[in-house]
Structure formats: C-alpha cells, structure tokens
Nanobody, 126 residues
Framework: QVQLVESGGGWVQAGGSLRLFCDASGSTISMYAMAWFRQAPGMEREFVAGISRSASVILYADSVKGRFTISRDNTKSTVHLQMNVLKPDDTAVYYC???????????????????WGQGTQVTVSS
C-alpha cells in the first residue's frame, strides 16, 4: 500500500507558476499509474493530468494543456506537476492519486484511483 503526501501549493498571482510535489512511501510508485486531480469549493473533483508507470503515456485535461506538465521520478518515488501561466480558475485543492491497475490508458475518474494524498491548496489571484 502506498502513502502519498503533496506539497508545493501556495498563493500566486495570475500568470505565475507553481510546482507541486507528490512524495510516495510504503511502496514503489513504479507499480502505479499516477495522476493529479483538483477540487474547487462546491465543485466535483476533476482530473488534471495523468502519467503511466514508465511515463510513456501522459494525458492532460483540456483546461491545462500547454500550461501544466506532469512528470515522475520512480527512483525518488516522486511525481511533479509544473504549473505555468496560472489562472484564477486554477484555484483549488490539488490531490495526488495512484492507480495500481494499469488498464492500457490513463483514467480520468476519481473512482479509478485507489490511493490519495491529503491535498495541497493552490490559490491564484487576479
């Protein structure tokens, strides 16, 4: 079983950048497809980006494509989310998630991920 801890959130002005970190322990993350989700107040949790075990497959939500970059370092058991050109609409709690069952593609549904971190707040001011 893997434990996930996010960090790197904070406050930034629109147009700025943040880098989120997801540190895993308890199990090597090379066994898991990984993803970032986010949840704004009063909204459902939504998929942001996902990456396969070997990083050969990457998927982004249309709303972040071209601005966000997901990456992973299996040797360090970390996953990153580089967020550039941030917008106020990006304000949310960001969650790291792990899926042990690789089904040939990156899945977008929260219910497809078995393990979750506690989240890190990202606030973008206009």
């Amino acid at each position: 079983q893997v434990q996930l801890v996010e960090s790197g959130g904070g406050w930034v002005q629109a147009g700025g950048s943040l880098r989120l970190f997801c540190d895993a322990s308890g199990s090597t993350i090379s066994m898991y497809a990984m993803a970032w989700f986010r949840q704004a107040p009063g909204m459902e949790r939504e998929f942001v980006a996902g990456i396969s075990r070997s990083a050969s497959v990457i998927l982004y939500a249309d709303s972040v494509k071209g601005r966000f970059t997901i990456s992973r370092d299996n040797t360090k058991s970390t996953v990153h989310l580089q967020m550039n050109v941030l917008k106020p609409d990006d304000t949310a709690v960001y969650y790291c998630a792990a899926d042990k069952q690789w089904r040939g593609r990156i899945l977008r549904g929260p219910l497809d991920y078995e393990y979750w971190g506690q989240g890190t707040q990202v606030t973008v001011s206009s």
